[in-house]
Antibody, heavy 118, light 107 residues
């Protein structure tokens, strides 16, 4: 059974960089797309972007200038960096696995709340 | 970007009721329509992919239908564990977008 687990700081100061890592267990990171999704408190879901295990990325244009997603296949991990954060970036951040054909998200991490505050 | 809308935004229903949630895309999205269920404090859970394909482990009282721009999620007989928020999502083109959600609560 594939499991995903997000890790990283729960508090980030405004203008700094948010960094999260997703560790995949119970399966290989190869042959799938891996995504980050976020959900501000009490609001809906926003897709941030994905990375293929080979390193190909695709980002939401609304965040593209500030987002980098990377993968480390040797550790079965992928990571998110979001620069110049503001309070509007406060959200629960989820990592997920996307099917490589229909791109639905079939496995999700439990989510981690990141608060942007000084 | 493809915009996704859902109706209603919330509904109250009783155990045993038939519930239908509608999702509309701003342009045709082929069969790239997925449905997720989310309970408070939990990650979303995939229910339906490709308009009508039931994810493994999802009960058969849940079904999806539709085509083009208009899609429906139906729960034929609502059970206590079905009270949650439901989101549709298009994966036809990036950025992948979600509907705003439909909250189903107890009448």
């Amino acid at each position: 059974q594939v499991q995903l687990q997000e890790s990283g700081p729960g508090l980030v100061k405004p203008s700094e960089t948010l960094s999260l890592t997703c560790t995949v267990s119970g399966g290989s990171i190869s042959d799938y797309y891996w995504s980050w999704i976020r959900q501000p408190p009490g609001k809906g879901l926003e897709w941030i972007g994905y990375i293929y295990y080979s390193g190909t990325t695709n980002y939401n244009p609304s965040l593209k200038s500030r987002v980098t997603i990377s993968v480390d296949t040797s550790k079965n991990q992928f990571s998110l960096k979001l620069t110049s954060v503001t309070a509007a970036d406060t959200a629960v951040y989820y990592c997920g696995r996307q099917d490589d054909i229909l791109m639905f998200l079939d496995y999700w991490g439990q989510g981690t709340l990141v608060t942007v505050s000084s | 970007d493809i915009q996704m809308t859902q109706s209603p935004s919330s509904l109250s229903a009783s155990v045993g009721d038939r519930v239908t949630i509608t999702c509309r895309a701003s342009q045709s999205i082929g069969s790239s329509l997925n449905w997720y269920q989310q309970k408070p404090g939990k990650a979303p859970n995939l229910l339906i992919y490709g308009i009508s394909r039931l994810q493994s482990g999802v009960p058969s009282r849940v079904s999806g239908s539709g085509s083009g721009t208009d899609f429906t999620l139906t729960i034929s007989s609502l059970q206590p564990e079905d009270f949650a928020t439901y989101y549709c999502q298009q994966t036809f083109s990036t950025p992948f977008t979600f509907g705003p959600g439909t909250k189903v609560d107890i009448k």
